[in-house]
């Protein structure tokens, strides 16, 4: 899943960097990355919040699970019309505009499913730092032998400046 999810990245970040009139080869690359990628990746995030679901109801709502299956589908479908009129975009202008429509429905829709993921991450808190002092600093402060121990170490490091 996470390498899923690199990929998609990686690929958001070629399509974005190279339109299509400049290197096209590049931003086609691109655009498989990130969108068919994308696709498998917000299809399998969704197969495992079903699954996690069947375990544990209470874990999601049965909306919710609905509303991201809806989105993969709507994805998919977008998709699939995006390459049916990007392949007519020579013959005509209208055509063009309808698959470079299609891309962007493709992109806002992967751009609400993760934010589906807000769900996920409502139920992490915020960790605390504890920082604690070793069971010799313990003893040393309860039987107030800081001090001493302090000296000690000076004069063992006057020694040895001494006697090099």
Known sequence: MLILGLLVCFGTAIVGCNQRPNI???HAIGAFMAFIIGAV?????TYMSYTI???YPEAYPTWFIFFRGTLVVLE????????????????????ATLGNTFEWCVVSIQCIFYATFAVEFSNLKQPGLVIGMTRKAELFLK?????????????RFEQAVATH
């Open 76 to 95: 998919a479908l977008s998709f699939i019309l995006m390459l049916v009129f990007s392949a007519q975009r020579a013959n005509s202008r209208t055509k």
């Open 41 to 45: 990746y917000c299809g399998f995030a």
């Open 143 to 155: 039987r107030g032998e800081v001090e001493n121990d302090e000296q000690q170490m000076v004069s």
């Open 53 to 55: 679901k069947k375990f």
């Open 24 to 26: 096209a080869v590049l």
